[in-house]
C-alpha cells in the first residue's frame, strides 16, 4: 500500500523569504500523480501544485516550485518570497494512475509566516 | 458557479442518533468523494463514487453510509453515530483524474 510521509509537523520563515516543506512517499507503481493542497483557517482545501510523475521537469506556479525526486520517492514544496497569506497547513497527497482515483494524504506541516 | 458546497457547517450529535450530510457540486464532475480529517492526521477517505447509482467504499468506511442517486449530490449518512466519529467531513469531487475540489468541510462533534 502506499504511503505519505510529511516529517515536519510545522515550519516558520520570515515573510519574504524561502521555505522548502518535505514530503517522501512509498510506491511500487511507476506511473502516479503528486499534490500539495494548501489549508487555511478558513478549512477550504485549495490545490497549491500538481506533477505527474512521468514528467521529469518540477512543476511551478508562481512562487511555489516542487523538487521532484522520483528514485528517492521525494517530492518538496519551494515556497519564494514568502507572504502573510502563506500561512496554512500543507498537505502533500498521492494518487495511482489507475483507476481508483483516490487520493492518500500526508499528516500535513502547519506553516507559520513570522511578519 | 458555488463549486461544492456542504451541508450543514456545524452540528453536534448524541451518542446514537442519525444524520445525513449532503454534499452538491455544479461542476458535472462523475468523481465524488467523502473525508474524515482529523487532528495530526492526512484526510482519510470514507466512501467514493464514480458516477450516479455507483458507491464504493474507501479506507475508513464502517459506521457510514452513501448515496448518490443524483449526479450532483452525494450523500454521507451515519446511523447511530459515536463519539469517535467527531470530526470535520470533507467533500470532493473532480472530473476524472484531474485536481478534486473541495467543499468547505462540516464539523461534527458526538457527545
Known amino acids: 500500500a502506499q504511503t505519505v510521509t510529511q516529517s515536519q509537523p510545522e515550519m516558520s520563515v520570515q515573510e519574504a523569504e524561502t521555505v522548502t516543506l518535505s514530503c517522501t512517499y512509498d510506491t511500487s507503481e511507476s506511473d502516479y500523480y503528486l499534490f500539495w493542497y494548501k489549508q487555511p483557517p478558513s478549512r477550504q482545501m485549495i490545490l497549491v501544485i500538481r506533477q505527474e510523475a512521468y514528467k521529469q521537469q518540477n512543476a511551478t506556479e508562481n512562487r511555489f516550485s516542487v523538487n521532484f525526486q522520483k528514485a528517492a520517492k521525494s517530492f518538496s514544496l519551494k515556497i519564494s518570497d514568502s507572504q502573510l497569506g502563506d500561512a496554512a497547513m500543507y498537505f502533500c497527497a498521492y494518487r495511482s494512475a489507475d483507476s481508483n482515483y483516490q487520493l492518500i494524504w500526508g499528516a500535513g506541516t502547519k506553516l507559520i509566516i513570522k511578519p | 458557479n458555488a463549486g461544492v458546497t456542504q451541508t450543514p457547517k456545524f452540528r453536534v450529535l448524541k451518542t446514537g442518533q442519525s444524520m445525513t450530510l449532503l454534499c452538491a457540486q455544479d461542476?458535472?464532475?462523475?468523481?465524488m468523494y467523502w473525508y474524515r480529517q482529523d487532528p495530526g492526521m492526512g484526510l482519510r477517505l470514507i466512501h467514493y463514487?464514480?458516477?450516479?447509482?455507483?458507491?464504493a467504499k474507501g479506507e475508513v468506511p464502517d459506521g457510514y453510509n452513501v448515496s448518490r442517486l443524483k449526479k450532483q449530490n452525494f450523500l454521507l449518512g451515519l446511523e447511530s453515530a459515536a463519539p469517535s466519529q467527531t470530526s470535520v467531513y470533507f467533500c470532493?469531487?473532480?472530473?476524472?483524474?484531474?485536481?478534486?475540489?473541495f467543499g468547505p468541510g462540516t464539523r461534527l462533534t458526538v457527545l
Open positions: 470532493a469531487s473532480s472530473y476524472g483524474v484531474n485536481e478534486q475540489f
Open positions: 461542476m458535472n464532475h462523475e468523481y
Open positions: 463514487s464514480v458516477g450516479e447509482g455507483t458507491t
